[in-house]
């Protein structure tokens, strides 16, 4: 199966391998002006599988589109300006189009009553969604109070590596992350994650469970 073939067939899929790729690219963009001009590319590719995964769900795909738009154009400017500002503005847009999106896939798997492939992919899918969302949310709390988290170093600046493994530490209820809330604020989206990373493990089995049960009842 070719990439275009694969993409079409498996847009959770394709969403999802980018994600996972992503995780391992980020650390290398980090370092440099070239890594971050790439990272800005990398977050218009996914934003743009975003989009089309939102189309195959029953949620409104040009609202996606609308608030793309802006991450995008915010985006297409870092990388030309380098700009390390405008990248929590473009993180309070593509916070509020992964949680769409999360919540959209999630309509697209419960409204069928068989799974697929694409449905056993968009489980994954919905999580890293989810995991992304709040890392987005975290950034945006540390551009507006610098105190809002801190660490064994000290340093008030974290990185997007930070914010995201913090995010997939809470989602999961490991706990291993070395950034830790300090605002009221902070420590609020971290309750509300770990809600979330609960409910949405417990919605997974649950349909699973209940899907096993109506085809043995067949």
């Known amino acids: 199966m070719g990439v275009i073939a694969f993409v079409r067939q498996t847009p959770s899929g394709a969403i999802l391998v980018a994600q996972l790729v992503g995780i391992l690219a980020y650390p290398f963009m980090e370092q440099t002006a070239v890594g971050r001009a790439a990272f800005a590319i990398l977050g218009i590719t996914v934003l743009s599988l975003v989009v089309l995964v939102v189309r195959i769900t029953p949620f409104l795909s040009w609202v996606s589109v609308l608030i793309a ?83 064994p170093t000290g340093d008030d600046v974290h990185s997007w590596m930070d914010m995201l493994f913090m995010s997939f530490t809470t989602l999961t209820g490991t706990g291993m992350t070395e950034v830790l809330p300090v605002s009221g604020q902070a420590k609020s989206v971290i309750m509300i994650e770990q809600v979330v990373g609960l409910f949405y493990v417990a919605m997974v089995v649950t349909r699973l469970i209940g899907l096993q049960a109506a085809r043995k009842r067949v």
């Open 69 to 151: 738009a802006p991450a995008m154009v915010l985006l297409v400017i870092q990388v030309f300006t380098a700009s390390e500002q405008l990248f929590a503005w473009s993180s309070a847009f593509e916070a509020v189009l992964y949680f769409y999106a999360a919540f959209s896939m999630t309509a697209y798997m419960l409204a069928d009553t068989t799974v697929g492939r694409d449905e056993l992919f968009a489980i994954g899918t919905v999580f890293t969604f989810f995991a992304w969302a709040f890392a987005y949310v975290f950034v945006v709390l540390n551009a507006v109070d610098p105190l809002a988290f801190t660490a």
